[in-house]
């Protein structure tokens, strides 16, 4: 027996315990794992190392305690005070105090405390302070939430600007990005299922199987962050693609097992015929997927695209794993809702054997006749899926 096919009947004959299992699975994803995963990515990534900007940096650090990473540019500006009023000094100062009690704040340069012309405007309304850092990328990161704390207050117009003031906002940012995509992508996708399949069952099942590719995804990503660096990019990637090829799979492999169950004798038999042609499509197209994504993220040194690619090669895997069981879910409802009469052809059509041979047409049963001639609801129907 093909080994697709026996997989289909496997996952057909243990459908409830293969449910059960996959919400534990998800439950514990959904929960414990997956909603930590904005808390151990990080922005920035794009630092080659070996590359000249890098040895520019290491030495601008060793020999000046102080480089474009790791420095951060507090700007004040006041349109009524200028820097020489004592106002204007005493609210630079005091949050200059503020903000070296930070942790991995080296030192905090400005003009009270250098004296130097040039951190001055030629107006005098604004000036602007050095922030050194001595923490790593993340952690100069990390410090520009707690550096905007100690600004609160401050009685000048103020804004923090500079690498890890810039990566810090790109992670806030494609957060928000993040959830305000969801929220319109979902709701129209399921519209557009809805004009596809014409019920809400089946309408349903790519949406939570897509949501469920994204969930296990962004629990692996988790897992990996919290070991590693892994870009925030990894999130959007894997939101995007696992929606898409969690939706993607389940249409393909929904619309085929649509089209074996008239013509199969029984709910079992049309699972392994889905499994047996669309079950392996899916999982050589998953495998060409993760191969190509796996490549990338070994061989690229940039830990961006090398964790945007990580993130589509989980959200691969896990969209491919969740495919069989959502066929044996719909062909369980199938059955449920009309038994074994809405699962086998109409009188005279052809059958498919186990091997995909076509088996001549049967005449039709006496039931089966009277139940036509009446126009019984229960006279089988092969022509469509019955709505679920």
Not at 347 to 357: F, I
Request: net charge negative.
């Amino acid at each position: 027996m093909d080994p697709f096919a026996r997989l289909g009947r496997t996952m057909f004959r243990y459908r409830w315990a293969m449910l059960a299992g996959w919400l534990v699975v998800l439950a514990a994803a959904g929960v414990f794992l997956a909603p930590k995963a904005p808390s151990v990515v990080k922005s920035g990534g794009f630092r080659v190392p070996g590359s000249e900007s890098i040895k520019a940096a290491q030495a601008l650090e060793r020999d000046f305690h102080g480089s474009s990473y790791s420095t951060s540019v507090v700007v004040y500006q006041s349109s009524s005070l200028t820097v020489t009023d004592a106002d204007f000094q005493t609210a630079v100062s005091e949050a200059s105090a503020r903000m070296r009690t930070v942790r991995h704040v080296r030192a905090v340069l400005d003009f009270t405390n250098t004296a130097n012309p040039a951190l001055v405007s030629q107006d005098g309304h604004s000036t602007f302070a050095i922030v050194d850092l001595d923490g790593s990328e993340s952690e100069d990161q990390e410090a520009v939430g707690e550096l905007r704390s100690q600004l609160r207050g401050t009685r000048l117009d103020h804004y923090i600007t500079g690498a890890p003031a810039v990566n810090y906002d790109i992670q806030i940012a494609s957060e928000d990005d993040l959830h305000r995509a969801e929220l319109v992508t979902i709701p129209l996708v399921l519209v557009l299922l809805l004009l596809v399949f014409r019920t809400v069952v089946a309408a349903v099942v790519p949406l939570l199987l897509g949501a469920s590719a994204v969930v296990l995804s962004n629990a692996g990503l988790y897992l990996i962050a919290s070991r590693t660096d892994v870009s925030v990019f990894s999130l959007n990637v894997a939101s995007m693609i696992g929606l898409g090829l969690g939706i993607d799979f389940s249409l393909i492999v929904l619309t085929r097992f649509r089209e074996e169950l008239p013509n199969a004798p029984s709910v079992e038999e049309a699972v392994a015929r889905t499994m047996q042609t669309a079950g392996r499509s899916i999982t050589y197209s998953g495998i060409t997927v993760v191969l190509g994504m796996l490549l990338l993220t070994l061989l690229i040194g940039l830990t961006v695209p090398a964790s945007i690619s990580m993130g589509v090669m989980l959200v691969a895997v896990a969209a491919r794993a969740g495919r069989p069981d959502g066929a044996a879910g719909a062909d369980e409802r199938c059955r449920e809702a009309h038994r074994v009469a809405a699962c086998h052809p109409p009188a005279g059509a052809a059958r498919r054997s186990a091997d995909g041979d076509l088996v001549p047409p049967q005449p039709p049963d006496h039931a089966s006749a009277v139940a036509v001639a009446a126009g019984s609801d229960r006279a089988p129907r092969g022509d469509r899926l019955p709505s679920a």
